[in-house]
C-alpha cells in the first residue's frame, strides 16, 4: 500500500533563516505530488504541484520555492523566512489525476 | 477559478443527533472530496465521489455533480465526529492535474 511520510513535524524557526522541509511517497510510481498552506483559520490553499521529476509549478508568488530531486520526493524551501511564511504545511500525492492523500504536516512557526 | 462554498460554517450538536454539510461549487469538477481534519490537524479521507452516492458506517455523501453540490451525511453523531469537515473539488479542465480547491470548512462539535 501506499504511504507519505512528511517531516518534521514541528517547527520553530527565526526570521530570516532558511528552511527545508522534506515529503516522501512509498509504494506507487510517478505520483503527482502538492504542497498545500493552511494559515491560521480554515481553507487550504495550493502552493506548488509536480507532475514529475523536476517539473514544479507554482499556484502562488511567494517566499517558498519547491524541488522534485527524485520521483516520489518533494522538498519544500525557503532561503529567507518571513512572520508570514508561519501556517500549516501538508504534502500530498495522487495517482494523476484521482484521489489526494496526505501527509500528517508540518507546523511551521517563524518568530 | 473554480469557487467552493460551504455551509454551515459551524455547527454544534449532542451527541447521537443527525447532521447534513453542504458543499456547493461553481464550474464542472472532476474530482470531489470531503476530508475531515482531526485536532493534530491530519486531513482524514472520507469519501472521493465527483458524482453519486456512498456510505461508509454512519457516513454518507451524494454528489449531484449537475447541480453542482455535494451533501455529507452524519447519523448518530459521535463526540470524536468532531472537527473539521472540508470540501474539495478538481476543476474538470484539461490542465488541472488533479489540484484541489478547497472551500472554508464546516466546524463540527459533538457535545456528550
Known amino acids: 500500500s501506499q504511504t507519505i511520510h512528511q517531516w518534521p513535524a514541528t517547527l520553530v524557526q527565526p526570521v530570516g533563516s532558511p528552511l527545508s522541509l522534506e515529503c516522501t511517497v512509498e509504494?506507487?510510481?510517478?505520483?503527482?505530488l502538492y504542497w498545500y498552506r493552511q494559515a491560521a483559520g480554515r481553507g487550504l490553499q495550493l502552493l506548488f504541484y509536480?507532475?514529475?521529476?523536476?517539473?514544479i509549478s507554482s499556484e502562488v508568488p511567494q517566499n517558498l520555492s519547491a524541488s522534485r530531486p527524485q520521483d516520489r520526493q518533494f522538498i519544500l524551501s525557503s532561503k529567507k523566512l518571513l512572520l508570514s511564511d508561519s501556517g500549516f504545511y501538508l504534502c500530498a500525492w495522487s495517482p494523476p489525476p484521482t484521489e489526494a492523500f496526505f501527509g500528517q504536516g508540518t507546523r511551521l512557526t517563524v518568530v | 477559478g473554480i469557487q467552493v462554498e460551504q455551509s454551515p460554517p459551524d455547527l454544534i450538536l449532542q451527541e447521537g443527533a443527525n447532521s447534513t454539510l453542504r458543499c456547493n461549487f461553481s464550474d464542472s469538477v472532476n474530482n470531489l472530496q470531503w476530508f475531515h481534519q482531526n485536532p493534530w490537524g491530519q486531513l482524514i479521507n472520507l469519501f472521493y465521489i465527483p458524482s453519486g452516492t456512498k456510505q461508509n458506517g454512519r457516513l454518507s455523501a451524494t454528489t449531484v455533480a449537475t447541480e453542482r453540490y455535494s451533501l455529507l451525511y452524519i447519523s448518530s453523531s459521535q463526540t470524536t465526529d468532531s472537527g473539521v469537515y472540508f470540501c474539495a473539488v478538481g476543476d474538470a479542465g484539461g490542465t488541472s492535474y488533479g489540484k484541489l480547491t478547497f472551500g472554508q470548512g464546516t466546524i463540527l462539535t459533538v457535545h456528550p
Open positions: 509536480s507532475v514529475g521529476i523536476g517539473q
Open positions: 509504494g506507487t510510481s510517478n505520483p503527482n
